[in-house]
T-cell receptor, first 116, second 112 residues
Framework: AQKVTQAQTEISVVEKEDVTLDCVYE???????LFWYKQPPSGELVFLIR??????QNEISGRYSWNFQKSTSSFNFTITASQVVDSAVYFC?????????????FGTGTRLTVIP | DSGVTQTPKHLITATGQRVTLRCSPR?????VYWYQQSLDQGLQFLIQ???????AKGNILERFSAQQFPDLHSELNLSSLELGDSALYFC???????????FGPGTRLTVL
């Protein structure tokens, strides 16, 4: 069974602070993908990153960075120098490939509020 | 803009009614997925189609059905609607079955 846990329900930070969103996953698949999606107040789901289970390299994209650690089954997301536009709900998701299905299992999301 | 379109954006209807939600995938994508987002259940996978064929089913109620047409657009049919069906319904598409899913803007369904 696939499971994604985002223990932080809500986080508030002041603009320009760094913030890390935690994601812990469970899967029996040896091949799987991890994702982060952003849901701004307008409601759409915006893809941020996909990482496969064989690639543990950290990734940086501008102010965003992701830390994937298989040993702790975690895929954490850090926003550096946060901005008001970063205010959104962030979802971590998982898909396993062994079952043949590609559907996403989502965590419950973390609502980030950046205060100006 | 993800390139996935969904219509309508909003839908208000009464209990017992039937509605159809429509999704057009990104150009070239063969796989379409439907998800439901509600306050109590979160984001849940409903069903997946690939090139016109059903490939996976999630927690989809028997009152719900879907299909993918030859032009690859998809429709989600919800019947005998109940108050608890009020939710945001997302469609997503991907090139193949293991590629990244890109989501449409969603259809907000309100059942009164």
């Amino acid at each position: 069974a696939q499971k994604v846990t985002q223990a932080q329900t809500e986080i508030s930070v002041v603009e320009k602070e760094d913030v890390t969103l935690d994601c812990v996953y469970e899967t029996r698949d040896t091949t799987y993908y991890l994702f982060w999606y952003k849901q701004p107040p307008s409601g759409e789901l915006v893809f941020l990153i996909r990482r496969n289970s064989f690639d543990e390299q950290n990734e940086i994209s501008g102010r965003y960075s992701w830390n994937f650690q298989k040993s702790t089954s975690s895929f954490n997301f850090t926003i550096t120098a946060s901005q008001v536009v970063d205010s959104a709900v962030y979802f971590c998701a998982l898909t396993g490939l062994q079952t043949g299905a590609n559907n996403l299992f989502f965590g419950t999301g973390t609502r980030l509020t950046v205060i100006p | 803009d993800s390139g996935v379109t969904q219509t309508p954006k909003h839908l208000i209807t009464a209990t017992g009614q039937r509605v159809t939600l429509r999704c057009s995938p990104r150009s070239g994508d063969l796989s379409v997925y439907w998800y439901q987002q509600s306050l109590d259940q979160g984001l849940q996978f409903l069903i997946q189609y690939y090139n016109g064929e059903e490939r996976a089913k999630g927690n989809i109620l028997e009152r719900f059905s879907a299909q993918q047409f030859p032009d690859l657009h998809s429709e989600l049919n919800l019947s005998s609607l109940e108050l608890g069906d009020s939710a945001l319904y997302f469609c997503a598409s991907s090139l193949g079955q293991t590629d990244t899913q890109y989501f449409g803007p969603g259809t907000r369904l309100t059942v009164l």
